[in-house]
């Protein structure tokens, strides 16, 4: 047994996503041994390295004018459906917000695996509990405050998508919100789409993440969601992969 604490637990200690009585245990070996702290302070300078790449004032404008548009979309669908249904009927639409708040560590967390080496990873915080990653298919209930990051690693793939589909049927494109899906971030390693997520509303809400060769089509993924959760029998936990090309991971959340 190692006379220091593992690396996996100090991330975890700076993470804030130790149980209390192992933290204290980690905090106080730290204290007294010079590798340990180095390695601790070693966490801290890439976490702020890590914040400066994420100036949230730059995405905050992008994405409230990405949500703008949307919302312009989805009055003129309304009123597309308006004219031509009747009767109307108003489908409470899963309200998404994307709000500030400190970016998610990049921690070794455990992830969902993608064949090759690309991998997904949903990532929950900004609320009272410890920040976690959540596995994929698995059902996980949001905390009130608690928001998304979706990260990836893109291996060979070159393009990346997100969406979500509420438990209505209700589909959103996440990133982009309309065009075509977003070349990948240069580099090895997790990247970060911008920004945290908030999903508002009640009941579950399925969130996918795509990574492809060739940039796919927002409304073509909207039309291939909505194709899926028809197959599903409007479960979403039965959803299928979504007919695209590429790869792509699903995580089904509770909303608070
Ligand atoms: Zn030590």
Redesign the pocket.
Known sequence: MS???SEWTLRRLHAGELPAPDAARARS??AG?A??AEALKRFAQVQSQFEAHLPFEHFEAGIEQALERQRAEDRARAKARSRWVAPVVSLAASVLLVVLARPLMHTGAPSNRLKGGAVAELRIGGGEAPQRVVDANLREALRPGERVRLGYTADTHRYVAALSIDATGEVTALYPDAGESLPVEAGDGMHWLPGSLEFTGTGAERVVVLLSDAPLDMDALRDAARRAYAVSGRDLDLMPALDVPGEQTQWTLLKP
């Open positions: 006379a220091h604490e070996h730290a041994c590798p340990c």
